[in-house]
């Protein structure tokens, strides 16, 4: 019977991924895909119940592959203990298909355990990036507001200084901004508070 290409499986996306709508999932987001969608994707996404098996209750594949284990060395002692008897071949061929049967599931194992390793990498990296975009968000915000605060502070000494004429009340000139010394915090204060950025 041929499997429906129409009906749609979740998988877990193992990195990032940009739809036909231009709309990009991240690494470890969900996504609806069909048989053919999913042929196309192999490698970038990963069924979640491998991954399930593996993280959650007592890892139902890690339990299959040891009793497969087991019945494997059954099988050898038997067919140890029949040479000669002729019932070999029968032997040989169940511990064949044990055989097949455990490098099976160890080959499921080692995917799923791939998958939660590449997603696991996938999230930090992004995370990563993200701390960093918001490091830099902010550095750049706090320099704007640096800047600001110190073009704001000149301009109020520079209004100041106009309109008393350019001169104390002594009558000396008054003095650029950047000459100002210690004074300059007392503007940056006052440009602080004009500007409601205050603390």
């Known amino acids: ?9 979740t998988y877990v996306l193992l990195s990032t991924h940009t739809l036909a709508t231009g709309e ?18 192999v490698g970038k996404i990963r069924d979640p119940s491998e991954v399930k098996a593996v993280k959650g209750d007592g890892g139902a594949l890690q339990t299959e592959l040891d009793a497969a284990n087991a019945a494997t060395e059954a099988l050898q002692t038997q067919l140890d203990a029949a040479k000669g008897d002729g019932n070999e071949s ?14 099976a599931l160890q080959a ?14 996938a999230l930090d990296a992004e995370k990563h990036m993200r701390n960093e975009d918001n490091a830099n968000s902010q550095t ?16 109020l000494w520079d209004a100041y200084s106009e309109a008393v004429g350019g001169k104390t009340f002594e009558g000396k000139p008054l003095p650029k901004f950047s000459k100002l010394g ?11 508070t004009v500007n409601g950025t205050e603390l």
């Open 140 to 155: 750049a915000l706090d320099a704007a507001n640096a800047d600001k605060a110190t073009f704001t502070a000149e301009q």
């Open 108 to 121: 499921v194992l080692d995917a799923a355990n791939g998958a939660n390793e590449d997603l696991q990498t």
């Open 24 to 41: 990009v999932l991240k690494a470890g987001d969900e996504i609806e895909l069909s048989e053919t969608q999913a042929e196309n994707l």
């Open 182 to 192: 210690k004074q300059q915090v007392g503007w940056l204060a006052i440009a602080d």
């Open 90 to 103: 029968e032997l040989q061929t169940r511990l064949n298909n044990v055989v097949a049967e455990t490098e």
């Open 1 to 9: 019977m041929a499997k429906n290409k129409k009906t749609t499986i």
